[in-house]
């Protein structure tokens, strides 16, 4: 970003200049995106949809990335500047390994994150936003944590859970619900496709598990071993589980009472 911003400010996605347009821009949209902690890790999920106005701009979008070894990123906002970002992103990360001969710290790649979304706060006051969440595994506390952002870069730690995008809100009230601070790997993944399956209930913009198409979320997990993403066999065998649980409680499941 410091090279092109010297050389080649005009490349840099937050400062191109939008030709003049009558109204608001199309432009296609990422939706739900959401992260959970376990102990020993954190589980980053999004589901597949982009919309463009009420428009299914894209039915199998992906919306989460590995940026390291040991983090990842989750976009929500407009989807081909989310995209961009990310690569930049990718490539920064690396760039800083190659030269230093270590990795950034988890907090200092959380910083650099908030430096580029908000590079890019000219293009979101025109409408095109990107509001990413970022989970990684923090080798040195030796736990999975999760940030949030907002469209002026503003950076905010998130403690067990948290979610971003359109149907943020729905997902955001699952994973309350279900949420055990000693759930395991298997649960915590479990868990996300509830959420998500909650959001696409609730909100048009974001997809649940289309199985006629089988297009399922993308969901990834990242541990000390580092990143992975589920197969598209496993992620199907976890989205399946909970639709033909939803057969019997169509609302999902309840909250244990105290």
């Known amino acids: 970003m410091d090279f092109l911003s010297e050389h080649q400010p005009e490349l840099l996605p937050g400062k191109r200049q939008l030709p003049p347009t009558q109204g608001v821009l199309e432009a296609p949209h990422g939706t739900t995106i959401v992260a959970v902690t376990f102990p020993g890790g954190v589980v980053l999920a999004g589901d597949r949809r982009a919309t463009m106005g009420n428009v299914i701009a894209q039915r199998d979008i992906e919306k989460v990335f590995p940026a390291d070894e040991y ?52 293009m979101a006051m025109q409408g095109l936003a990107v509001v990413p969440l970022f989970a990684g595994f923090d080798v040195d506390r030796e736990r999975g944590r999760i940030f949030s952002y907002d469209v002026t870069g503003g950076r905010s730690e998130e403690h ?3 979610a971003t995008g359109s149907g943020s809100i729905f997902a955001r009230g699952a994973m309350k619900k279900l949420y055990r601070a000693d759930l395991t790997e298997e649960q915590a993944t479990t868990l996300v496709v509830q959420a998500l399956y909650d959001a696409a209930d609730d909100d048009s913009a974001t997809g649940g598990p289309d199985v006629a198409r089988r297009i399922y979320p993308i969901i990834t997990v990242i541990t000390e071993d580092g990143f992975r ?15 033909q649980k939803r057969l019997e409680e169509p609302d999902g499941p309840k909250a244990a009472l105290l």
């Open 71 to 122: 983090s990842a990123v989750g976009i929500a906002g407009t989807a081909g500047l989310a995209v961009e970002m990310v690569k930049l992103f990718q490539l920064e990360l690396e760039h800083f390994e190659k030269v230093e001969g270590a990795q950034l710290s988890l907090e200092g790649k959380a910083n650099r994150l908030s430096t580029m979304i908000r590079s890019n706060l000219g």
């Open 229 to 243: 993403r589920l197969t598209d066999d496993e992620s199907s065998e976890l989205a399946r589980a909970v639709l």
């Open 160 to 162: 067990n859970f948290a």
